[in-house]
């Protein structure tokens, strides 16, 4: 049997010292939370995307859920989403009392497509919310049409897409998009989020709201030129993103075309390692003009060709010293959906046989090209075993 000497995590973040020393220095500076980093941070991160409005948040989540309230999503309104997603999406559309609808993946591509959400389109829809799966866009010109055409509202789930382009455009370059900094993420802030978009009164809102709903944030109340009086315009929240973070986000996003180059060699190399092991199904890549960011290396279990199911096969893994992901369980698959949604297996077949055979492989800049052999070793040995 194929055992690695010390087990590699499905992810780990690309911390180097430049981002050590940069939160070194926030962290002796005197001020810590949200002020001038956070502020280059919005900036920096707005060039990148090529947006022209930006809001720094706590996380991805917090950034999606300002978003959706500030469109005035809430009771009556449906809102349609992919159930193969992380589940903050669906319980944000759930918690502003709207009702979440989901739309079918393409099997091929493991995204919604306009033409599934169009089935699923009623007079109540408010708004659609596409995932950039793993790396990739969702062909967002139909979707752009679709949504034009039905009068709803396009909020693109781009945690997955930072440097990830459709048609020689940076995702967040135009429309509303909401990326995440989260630890495994292509560039992470620890915790950490971006809503990116054209409506300046958009970024407007989320950005008081994330703040108590404060004229003025910290910042400018504390500063040497700032002034102590606040004003409460609407009730809000606590999101705002700290220096402390937005330091490791600015030295993050210097590097992190480099990191993506480094992530799609890595993916490039699995590719080739697993093309002869006919177990392993692979998810089949956009065919319009595209940049991945390979977030993350998905793939699939064929059920039909081994004689164990997709998480016995990743046990065996860890057995051997692979870690692994879901990315991910179903949303309608669970508890809280099928009981109180009523949704549940049989709604979206696409989806559900995805959702029972994929999963993440170790894809992390720092990996070793010897640590995709290791993984596709195991892989390898394990098949043989289960092999039917
Ligand atoms: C597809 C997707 N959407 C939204 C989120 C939420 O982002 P965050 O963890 O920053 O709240 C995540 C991830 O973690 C995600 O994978």
Redesign the pocket.
Same mark, same amino acid.
């Given at each position: 049997m194929f055992i690695r000497s010390d087990f590699l995590p499905f992810s780990r973040p690309s911390i180097g010292p430049e981002d050590i020393e940069g939160v070194v220095a926030v962290l002796k500076s005197g001020w810590i939370t949200t002020g001038p980093k956070t502020g280059e941070f919005e900036e920096a991160f707005r060039r990148y995307t090529g947006a022209r409005f930006a809001s720094s948040l706590t996380? &991805?989540?917090?950034g999606?859920h300002l978003t959706l309230m500030a469109l005035g999503i809430g009771p009556g309104d449906e809102v349609i989403s992919p159930s193969l997603?992380?589940g903050?999406?669906v319980n944000l559309i759930t918690l502003l009392g709207a009702k979440p609808v989901f739309a079918e993946i393409d099997r091929q591509t493991l995204m919604i497509t306009p033409e599934t959400v169009q089935r699923v389109l009623t007079g109540k829809t408010k708004a659609i919310i596409p995932?950039h799966y793993a790396g990739a866009p969702v062909d967002l010109d139909p979707f752009r049409e679709l949504a034009e055409q039905a009068k709803v509202l396009l909020v693109e789930?781009a945690? !997955?897409a930072v440097g990830t382009e459709y048609r020689g455009r940076k995702i967040g370059s135009s429309g509303t998009a909401v990326f995440?900094? !989260?630890a495994i993420k292509n560039l992470t802030t620890g915790? &950490? &989020?971006m809503v990116v978009s054209d409506d300046q009164e958009l970024i407007e809102k989320v950005s008081l709201l994330k703040f108590h709903g404060l004229a003025k944030d910290a910042w400018q109340r504390y500063s040497r030129r700032g002034s102590p009086q606040v004003e409460i315009i609407t009730p809000g929240y606590k999101y705002n993103m700290t220096d402390i973070q937005a330091s490791l986000g600015l030295t993050q996003l210097a590097k992190v075309d480099e990191l993506n180059r480094r992530r799609a060699e890595l993916a490039a190399l699995y590719d080739r390692n697993l093309q002869g092991i006919e177990e392993i199904l692979h998810p089949v890549p956009p065919q319009y003009p595209h940049a991945h960011s390979h977030h993350l290396y998905i793939v699939l279990l064929d059920l039909d060709r081994v004689t164990v199911g997709r998480d016995d096969f990743l046990s065996k893994l860890k057995e051997r010293n692979i870690g692994t992901g879901i !990315?991910f369980r179903a949303v309608h698959t669970q508890e809280y959906y099928r009981e109180t949604v009523g949704t549940g297996r049989g709604l979206l077949p696409e989806t559900e046989w995805v959702s029972d055979r994929l999963f993440s492989l170790p894809l992390f800049p720092f990996m070793q090209d010897k640590d995709v052999d290791d993984v596709c070793g195991a892989i390898a040995d394990v098949v043989g075993e289960v092999r039917k």
């Open positions: 996380n &991805g989540t917090a999606m997603t992380w903050s999406t995932v789930d945690a !997955h995440s900094f !989260h915790e &950490g &989020g !990315h």
